[in-house]
């Protein structure tokens, strides 16, 4: 698996992980056990205990510890066993990983490098459910593929005519359409105008210019606001981004994750919905139920395009013109997994 | 997998194929596409889209043409890229696998080997549903079992007597009794009186010679004629082929195809049914009534068979005196993948 | 696997081998074909014809012999082929191999060594349906687990604290106890006693100390009979064994057996009841409503255990000190498989 390890990967929705509850994932390949302790802390173990390898996410919160409940060992947060029934001496290996873990924009990030070097600020800008401003609906799907397919269909928004031409309904222009491509210390930016005459089927309101961008940072998290601006915005702005001063409907934010949970699975959190003065309830539950048929198309072409390339003696893809942003993204996994390798090597 | 490449296999019964809708077979292990064009064409592609591998089966026909309906990318029957959107230039090595395919016998036959040694004089006899003579019914069954494990049920019909012993009802004299094996250009012929006095169950009327013969043929075609003839006539063809032009009763024909998916799954398809003369649509619905009970358990030994041999480190078979045929035909096959191979290599 | 083959393993409970009807059996990855004769003999074979693979488990029961329902050849009990159809001469070395068998206990036992060496007297103790003093209810489950583990959690008690705590109801201090552990010719031995104060819940009645011991034996045979005696008794038979003569209530006995099907599957038997003049039918269904919860709370963590270890690169366990009866029998075990092999080699 060529993932980045020093970054943030969303292991959970915080939502989801209850007080006392440990709570298992799997972040490349690396099974974790999650819970929230009496004080409210949160912490992040190796899912494996160190005496038999049962999972401690079976396990009982006891204060602020977690205790496997095969034989009763006791961990702490920073993953040091504390008790084993009816022995005195604890033998100072016994401990598990521990994981710099937190809790931001409404989701639990493990960090998946060296604990010590995690850094909060490296924390991608999601819009979390409980932003003021924005009216939020969530979910997560899990996918039989590899996290990196599904990035490469992040990266690259020309399948919108074709996916989801159903759905999403670009117009095969739109696939045509070449956005301007910048890269980001950890990802790239992606932006276009898409003018009144042209592109995503309208509301049925009066002719508007899209203004399109995306965010799409390490390891995988899509950042996506969305506005309309009256007619003729576009050339007012030298096609250049609108000032956020200037009048705009139909704003949305989604913010989305990617996270490899094995080299063949994946879990793909996301949420939309409208700013609190473009829309209501009613607007966001509209918004979901695009997602899911939307994201449903793309699980369906992604599990099939793995599916083929599980059956490939040797697989080959040929690029093509809108890889841009495929290409350049993955061109900065290559380097950072390598300069951690060679940092690792350096530092053993 | 052993099997002769230069052959027709059928990948589908043409009524299931309809004009405009993609549809997926393996063959072989090949992923392969099959649609009908505007113009009624039928064209066979490797369902494997040159750019990132999604399958072109999940495509859009568009009059002659297919369309990746991941990024867009457009096919011409012949497997080139006719066009990728928004990019001018088209690279000339841009194009899948195409199969040589035909319509006949109301079967999809797809020929494994290179497209332009497809002969289609090859294509085995079988009895199409829009025969005149024939009522017949059809379908297909899916196997979890290597298709060689079904050919060589199909090449050694001693096992009516216990494998069928409830459906056909053959007696334990029928598995002792031996055919007359006759080789042919692509395949074996089988033949044998069964006189009135043993053999199959009767049907309650006068006792009758019943003649069986069957064809089995490369790549797995079983072609078989049933007919039953006034007792004596056995004799009186001195145990040979009877004269078309003697009177027969209970004439039926089942045309039997197994096609390798991939090396341990496989398809089956079959129809049977009696010469209009000699039976309809009800005697046709019996006998696919006795088929579906047959073909089941077959489908039960076979697939147990296969479990049996996925779990045995070394697995070697004994032949005994009934695998007459089952050595012959596969001692064919043999040959012939030898020669594809060292004729592959002189090519190279 | 690492399992000694000279031993006795269940195959199945012996009221499920109906006469006549043959049953598939898999112990140590042999695929094994178990059936009763018309004499009433009881016969183990090979489960796998030495014509074509098929298994015989799907074969028919004539008189003694089994013939297989594929082609349709005869086999002895011995094993030896005694019919091909329609050939004179069966060729000497078509034989199966024949595994030694017997019935015991209301269990069916099978050799996995030489049939030659299998010894009877070798069948551990367990207590049979039929037993006059007992009331007993029985049953199995199957685990989606290697059966080292099974045994593993059977030869350390201490897990009764916490993957029982809501069935068993097991105290910590339970944990925290060591049993005596005394070695047996071909298993341990666990002693302790739980005095009236401490340990499991007690029924409600006056306070009572508790005698716990089983014998684990191999190949993962548990006895476990259970006793209570008025308080004061533990103390008054100086901590040792409890003489027979005492008076006693509540006592019942369970026979529980791990039969390992493939490296990652196993099957558990196991039977549990009230001494007839303790209880009833009504307290036998009670005690195996207790076992099934607590069986099922094995599986779920022995199973989730496996697949820890199945995706653990290089698995390492870390003994404790309750592990001491897990670390003698698996040494017994190391041992007895090492001087098999010695002697296989010695005798090749």
Redesign the interface.
């Known amino acids: 698996m060529n993932y980045v390890r020093n970054a943030w990967y969303v292991a959970a929705w915080a939502n989801e992980l209850a007080p006392g509850t440990p709570s298992a994932i799997r972040i490349l ?1 690396d ?1 974790i056990v999650l819970y929230r302790t009496e004080s409210g802390r949160l912490v992040a173990l190796e ?2 205990c ?6 401690l996410s ?1 396990g009982r919160c006891e204060g602020e510890r977690l ?7 006791l961990f702490e947060p920073d993953g040091r066993v504390a008790e ?4 005195d001496v604890v ?1 100072a ?2 401990r598990v990983r521990r994981y710099a873990v937190a809790e931001k924009h409404s989701w639990i990030w493990v960090w998946m490098g060296e604990a010590d070097r995690a850094d909060e600020a490296l924390i991608p800008n999601a819009v979390g459910l409980d932003h003021p401003d924005y009216i939020l609906g969530h979910g997560h799907l899990d996918y039989a593929a590899e996290a990196r397919l599904i990035n ?1 269909n992040l990266l ?1 928004f ?2 919108l ?3 989801h ?1 159903n759905s999403f309904g670009a117009s ?1 222009d739109w ?4 956005p301007k491509i910048t890269m980001l210390p950890r990802g790239i930016r992606f932006e276009r105008w898409v003018p009144a005459q042209s592109g995503f089927r309208s509301g049925g309101g009066p002719p508007v210019d899209a203004w399109s961008t995306y965010d799409f940072l390490l390891p995988g998290i899509l950042l996506m606001p969305s506005a309309s601006h009256p007619a003729g915005t576009a050339e007012k702005c030298g096609f250049g981004p609108p000032d956020p001063a200037l009048p705009a409907s139909g704003v949305t934010f989604t913010s989305q994750a990617v996270t490899p949970l ?1 080299d063949k699975t994946s879990r793909y959190f996301f949420s939309w919905g409208p700013r609190r003065d473009c829309g209501d309830e009613a607007m966001r539950d509209m918004l979901m139920g695009v997602a899911a048929m939307a994201f449903g198309e793309d699980k ?2 992604i599990e ?2 793995q ?3 599980d ?2 003696p040797d ?1 080959r ?6 890889d841009k942003g495929v290409v350049l993204f993955n061109r900065l996994v290559d380097r950072m997994v390598r300069e951690e390798r060679e940092g690792n090597r350096a530092a053993a």
Do not use: F, K, N, W
């Open positions: 390949d099974p899912d494996r160190v005496h038999r390898l049962a999972p079976l205790r496997c409940m095969y034989h009763g060992l084993i029934p009816g022995q033998p290996q016994a490469d690259d020309s399948h005519s074709y996916v031409a095969e696939a045509r359409d070449r094995t369906v072409m099939a395009q599916r083929v390339i059956t490939t697989p893809i040929m690029p093509i013109g809108s």
